[in-house]
């Protein structure tokens, strides 16, 4: 893969001097391909944490035959996936996790739990904080095409078991996070390409001029809102320009944690959000997907619903475990003991039913502890 990866993407990857031996091994995430780029800096095999979308692909025998990944449900607690890395470091193998458990699609770090913290100091190996620097520059996951510049991938610490011996759960965390958390737009590099604004729609999705929702179309380097005639450029060091909105948006992270609070808050002020031109689709945990009738999607503070115009079925938030993005342009629901998915066209932002999702269930808990109280 080396010689593949250093011409497409331009990735150096910096030698580790580790030995072989049981390790955890966390890394940032930000793009498809991090498993591998991680990799070319060991002399020693990892096994790695895959998504439940990973073994629903037609190759996917193929995928567990080369590499064997641990299976684990995104945005779930999964009792096998812990049970496997246990088993993994009692074998004297290395597990590898992206512990946001989802690429950036913002540029900034992903949340992610203090359960990897409690993993990191039961299994009693040696921690790895691993770096990617330059993904989210050379292959943003909003985007569509590659786009030259520097891109690498380091070993930034290492920690001992018995270092994590003295640190309680919460120092742990934070050092995990502090040391995973990579910023390309600080990094002063320059990423080239005739697309650099292409598809941005799919993280930036509510006009902070006039309020619209998905009403922004991109091209080449370009994008705009079709409401009010807002207009930017997405330039080389990822920046926007000239700044958007009352706030000065000059950076995609600082807009998009704005829409997050903003659409989420305007939803359980009773607005409806939707989208038409969907495909969807079900399956059980880890098999393959089948298509289901449903050409639209809508989402309100208590539903989502799935419909083709004629009859929709209807899914209480209450009952759906977890809500979550999946690609590019597709968002899994785990609901009755099946995945369901929603995949849009080009220009589909599924983030936004994230965001919606994440906020009212944080409200309901909220509003939980209140009552308790």
């Avoid at 449903?294 to 503070?301: A, L």
């Amino acid at each position: 893969m080396r010689g593949f990866v250093k011409h497409r993407y331009h990735y150096t990857a910096e030698p580790s001097s580790l030995p072989k031996g049981p390790y955890l091994i966390l890394c940032n995430h930000q793009t498809t391909m991090d498993p591998f780029f991680l990799s070319l800096s060991f002399k020693f095999p990892i096994y790695f944490f895959a998504s439940d979308d990973i073994f629903n692909l037609k190759i996917s025998p193929l995928i567990e035959y080369l590499v064997a990944p641990v299976p684990k449900s995104k945005s779930l607690t999964d009792l096998q996936a812990v049970k496997d890395v246990f088993r993994i470091i009692k074998e004297k193998g290395a597990v590898g996790i992206f512990p946001e458990g989802n690429r950036t699609i913002s540029g900034g770090q992903w949340e992610m739990t203090s359960a990897i913290a409690k993993l990191a100091k039961a299994v009693k190996v040696p921690l790895v904080l691993y770096n990617l620097c330059g993904g989210y520059g050379t292959d943003p996951r909003w985007g569509h095409n590659i786009r030259k510049g520097e891109f690498r991938g380091y070993v930034r610490r290492v920690l001992s078991a018995e270092e994590m011996k003295n640190l309680s759960v919460d120092e742990l965390f934070a050092i995990i996070k502090d040391e995973l958390k990579v910023d390309d737009t600080l990094s002063g590099v320059r990423f080239k390409s005739n697309k650099k604004a292409e598809f941005i729609e799919r993280a930036l999705y509510l006009c902070p001029v006039c309020g619209a929702i998905s009403s922004f179309r991109s091209e080449k380097n370009r994008f705009r809102c079709e409401k009010c005639g807002l207009q930017a450029e997405y330039t080389e060091d990822l920046h926007i320009a000239p700044p958007v909105g009352k706030q000065n948006f000059n950076r995609i992270f600082e807009w998009y944690e704005y829409e997050r609070r903003e659409l989420a808050e305007r939803v359980i002020n009773g607005e409806k959000v939707g989208d038409v031109g969907i495909l969807f689709r079900e399956s059980i945990k880890f098999k393959r997907k089948k298509k289901l009738a449903g050409d639209r999607v809508f989402i309100d503070k208590e539903n989502l619903y799935i419909g083709d115009g004629s009859a929709q079925s209807v899914y209480p938030l209450s009952e759906i475990t977890a809500l979550t993005m999946v690609g590019k342009k597709k968002f899994n629901f785990y609901y009755g003991g099946k995945i369901l998915q929603v995949k849009g066209n080009k220009r589909f932002c599924a983030v936004k039913y994230v965001h919606i999702f994440d906020g009212i269930r944080a409200l309901s808990i909220e509003e939980s502890k209140i009552e308790k109280e």
